[in-house]
């Protein structure tokens, strides 16, 4: 049974690893957050918030000229038709309402490809909450529409100057502000990452896209569980999210795709289960690369939301025990992933997306297995890096 336990630990990895200063903000969240989840009255606006404001339930559509392509028939999660455009908004409605009701009077965020970010603005926004949003250096400069959007929607964006200027350094510079302003704070953390009650808090908010995934394949295929899921990981979120009601459901293969970048041997590569080793990073112990004097390694990715050092706890367990299999996809076919899919589905989908499209490539199928692609995001944040690109 996976399952998360008292301390925060899927297996060996998972807990609280945090500074003195941060032990009152994450008690408060362990000792009332899965009381608060559960009320009938957050229950209640969570749902409606989904619905009306998000638009959920997402559809389940089936790519006809992919299947015929790649002989198998395929799903896509269409996440990218979430209001803000990603699957991130899942956990940001959700975690606002729960600052809400610890009384907090602001929000900050750390934000990679800037989908976090957006999403973080928006629900501020939406609760006329105070919003700063962490955003490494180098993300700042190739994500510029996802920047602009935070700043209409009144988020202040700061800009994280050190290492490798990416989602780490963001995650730091979050990390210490939240230090800094313990008692009115709230900070919402945008992937299965961090210390505990954080990985499992997420996961839940994000699970209603298996939960969908469920009840929508019964109707279409008449069957509740497919044979594989596919989805990106980098924090993992949304792979989480896609795997969740599936966990404990063996004869359903969970098949994450990690960014190579240029390459394993490289040097320029976020492939965490090939390069990594257990080690701690962001409050909780995980799959991470550094050195062997416990430095960590900076990543490469020419998808800002996958440019991360480690996983979520949650699927590094799932990598430890052979759960989850995971493969490592290069910058170069992900981009042709992305094409591919664009020109057969007239869908343009985030670059971390194409991560997971081009996994059907790497993975061995049967004809016309049932497999789900969890769509997690639109391209349109990724438009100058396709441009860039430019082999299309």
Excluded at 36 to 47: C, K
Excluded at 149 to 178: C, F, H, Q, Y
Excluded at 192 to 205: I, K, L, N, Q
């Amino acid at each position: 049974m996976i399952r998360v336990d008292e301390k925060g630990f899927y297996g060996k990895f998972g807990g609280a690893y945090i500074p003195e200063m941060l032990h009152p903000n994450i008690e408060e969240l362990k000792e009332n957050y899965d009381a608060i989840v559960a009320s009938q009255e957050f229950q209640l606006e969570f749902q409606t918030l989904l619905r009306d404001f998000v638009g959920r339930p997402t559809p389940l559509y089936f790519a006809h000229r992919l299947s015929e392509q790649y002989g198998a028939k395929i799903y896509l999660k269409r996440e990218d038709l979430c209001h803000t455009g990603a699957h991130k908004v899942n956990n940001t409605v959700g975690q606002i309402l729960l600052a809400k009701r610890l009384g907090k009077k602001r929000i900050i965020a750390e934000t990679g490809a800037g989908q976090h970010g957006v999403a973080t603005a928006t629900v501020c926004a939406l609760m006329g909450m105070d919003c700063t949003v962490y955003m490494g250096e180098l993300d700042i400069q190739r994500q510029r529409p996802n920047v602009e959007r935070m700043r209409i929607l009144g988020a202040k964006v700061v800009p994280a100057t050190s290492g490798s200027k990416t989602l780490k350094d963001a995650t730091n510079e979050a990390m210490r502000a939240w230090i800094n302003n313990p008692v009115d704070t709230h900070y919402i953390i945008g992937s299965v990452v961090g210390p505990h009650p954080y990985p499992e808090m997420v996961a839940r908010f994000q699970s209603v896209i298996s939960e969908e995934i469920k009840w929508q394949l019964k109707q279409k295929e008449g069957r509740e569980n497919p044979d594989a899921v596919i989805a990106c990981v980098g924090g993992g979120s949304n792979a989480a999210g896609a795997f969740y009601h599936y966990y404990n459901t063996p004869e359903v293969r969970l098949i994450a795709a990690e960014a190579a970048g240029l390459g394993i041997s490289s040097g320029k590569s976020a492939a965490t289960t090939v390069l990594g080793t257990p080690g701690i990073l962001h409050g909780s112990k995980t799959i991470l690369m550094q050195t062997e004097d416990g430095q960590v390694v900076e990543p490469h990715s020419i998808s800002a939301g996958l440019d991360y050092p480690g996983i979520g706890p949650v699927h590094a367990h799932l990598f430890d025990i052979g759960r989850a299999e995971f493969v490592a996809v290069e910058d170069e076919d992900a981009m042709k992933a992305g094409i591919l899919l664009s020109r057969t589905e007239g869908i343009i989908p985030a670059i971390e997306t194409a991560h997971a499209i081009h996994a059907l490539n790497m993975i061995e199928y049967r004809k016309d297995d049932v497999i789900v692609i969890n769509l997690s995001g639109r391209g349109d944040k990724d438009l100058e890096t396709y441009i860039k690109w430019g082999n299309y």
